[in-house]
């Protein structure tokens, strides 16, 4: 079946220090989704790609969608304490609806201050 | 955010117990969601919900059983379950099935089954 990986698993920067977590599909995807968690919180929303190559921003987060649309990144530039939490990344099978959605595992991000 | 509500936050139960998990979404969306968020482990999907009808059951034991009175509620019973039944299980809802709407996410109910 369908499978996304995520990587790195865990991810432990000083404050102001840059950080990319990567997302990669075994299939093409219709779009990908990422949220956030908190530490004793549940995910949050960020962003939605759709388009092959499609690059979005948010503040200090940058968002990539590949051009075979089975791979993304999240990149923050110059991390702060706030960026604490868990990103995952979840994909739409091509053709697929909301019900077929599969997360990634998460990147566990913590920042030193 | 109070678009999703879950009920309880925290949940003890023994094996033999009967318990219920509750959600409500204040959005009006037409589909909702059970996940089950397990440590290392990516969230796994069990029940999906579109117009009180189920349209995904994705191989969940039937000691897990789900309930859809309407739109804006959603259910989860609770039965003989087992200690790795412990998890955070979230509630979702989005405003349609289609691959672009997105989901939003309930606090969760912490489960411990001892």
């Known amino acids: 079946g369908q499978q996304v990986m995520q990587i790195p698993q865990y991810q432990h920067v000083q404050e102001g220090e840059d950080f990319t977590t990567y997302c990669n599909s075994s299939?093409?995807?219709?779009?990908i989704q990422w949220y956030k968690q908190r530490p004793g919180g549940h995910p949050v929303f960020l962003i939605q790609?759709?388009?092959?190559?499609e690059v979005k921003k948010q503040k200090r987060l940058t968002f990539q969608f590949g051009e075979a649309k089975k791979n993304s990144s999240l990149h923050i530039t110059a991390t702060q304490t706030t960026d604490v939490g868990t990103y995952f990344c979840?994909?739409?099978?091509?053709?697929?609806?909301?019900?077929?959605?599969?997360f990634g595992k998460g990147t566990k991000l913590s920042v030193k201050p | 955010e109070t678009g999703v509500t879950q009920t309880p936050r925290h949940l003890v139960m023994g094996m033999t117990n009967k318990k219920s998990l509750k959600c409500e979404q204040h959005l009006g969306h037409n589909a909702m969601y059970w996940y089950k968020q397990s440590a290392k482990k990516p969230l796994e999907l069990m029940f999906v919900?579109?117009?009180?009808?189920?349209?995904e059951n994705n191989s969940v034991p039937s000691r897990f059983s789900p309930e859809c009175p309407n739109s804006s509620h959603l259910f989860l019973h609770l039965h003989t379950l087992q200690p790795e039944d412990s998890a955070l299980y979230l509630c979702?809802?989005?405003?349609?099935?289609?691959?672009?709407?997105?989901?939003?996410f309930g606090p969760g109910t912490r489960l411990t089954v001892l």
């Open positions: 979702a809802s989005s405003r349609g099935q289609r691959s672009t709407d997105t989901q939003y």
């Open positions: 979840a994909g739409v099978n091509y053709g697929g609806s909301q019900g077929n959605l599969i």
């Open positions: 790609l759709v388009k092959s190559g």
């Open positions: 299939t093409t995807l219709s779009n």
């Open positions: 919900y579109s117009l009180e009808e189920r349209v």
